[in-house]
């Protein structure tokens, strides 16, 4: 389950950060309980991921407004509100059924459908004028939107998150999920988020899911791509309905060839189902190999356009019709190195305690002393001896203990 839905606020108090846009929204709904709306419509604006969305659902939950949610952009939109409204407005007031209220709530209001003829807005105003139902507009940009539906709106503006207000809700994510993460790591994708809860959640739960204890490292190792990154890159190709859009997936991502190739490579077999169709794809996957050797070694980099596509539209079109939703691993090359680079570092530290309590290199630790030590630390009183006087950390125990 993604996170972003399962942490979603189911109430305007959880909504983190936007203290004023939910004071401003709770009024409002109060104004239109006593049949008196300070303004018939409010619009929410703000930079992505902030909980404007969140916001209206959250709203209508504890309201118990029936929610209709609906994009502007669709061109069937403005009929289908028209329609509600209409109906609406013959059988009551603004006061009667307060509680039966239907909450309409339209999306992407700077990008409606007739904006070029401003047709689409004209129909807005309209019925923003005759709604008896609350009516909320969501946009990116407040300047978007004609001035005279912005009169017709009271204003919410939402703000992009501080990193510490985000560190604070993927530590209760994380805490209700029961992984370990440093709070280092929180930070770093909390600063790369830029304000974005949205993308901080998706963020964390990526990694999460390829790391189960989560340190600043590993983070920074898998450093995510603003636009999108390497799990959407394998979810879009193996998933896509036609080959034009395993194409463009592999555009929108910003990595390089040889590295989607490795992602790519590591994770076919976890999702494709049918061997012969597996077959196929790693055939594909061959020739676009071939073709990265040869755009390399002879300098043709046009060649790379027939890798490019061959291992994201090859694939999608050789995939099959099974194929499940599988868990994604970065290349085992990379997760080889991290292991082993881990694994050198704890073997170092631990290596300097010893020879600075024995009085000796470090270099003859390694030769003469590790060896031995999985031996050693099998009894436990000298592996609890060695932890005190060599005054250890969890990481450093850890390592020893693997050792056996
Ligand atoms: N202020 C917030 N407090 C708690 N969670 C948040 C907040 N903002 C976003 N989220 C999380 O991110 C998810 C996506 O947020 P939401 O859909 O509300 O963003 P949005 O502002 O509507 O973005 P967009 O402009 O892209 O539509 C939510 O379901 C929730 O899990
Ligand atoms: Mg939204």
Redesign the pocket.
Known sequence: MLW??K???KRLSE????DAAVQTMRKWVESWKKGKPSKKSLLLY?P????????TRALANETGWQLIEMNASDKRTMSALRKIIGEASKTGTLLEGVQGKKLLVLDEADNIHGRADHGGYQALKEIIGTTTNPVILIA?DRYSIPAEIQAQCELVN?RR?RPDQIVK?LEHIAKNEKIKVDRKALEIIARRSDGD??SA?EDFQTHALVFPRLTAEQVLLFKREREKNVFDLLRGILFASSADVARSVLWSVDIAPDEAMAWIVENVPKAIRDPKALAAVYNTLSRADIFYRRANERQIYRLWSYMSDLMSAGVAVKKGSEVKAAKFEPPSYLKRYYQTAKTRRMLNSVARKIAMACHTSTHRVKQDMIPLLPILIQNKKLLENLTANLELSEEEINFLSSLR
């Open positions: 972003t839905e942490y979603a606020p909504l983190v950060g936007q703000g992505p991921g902030t909980g404007k969305t969140a916001a990116n939402f998150l809700h809860m949205r959640i």
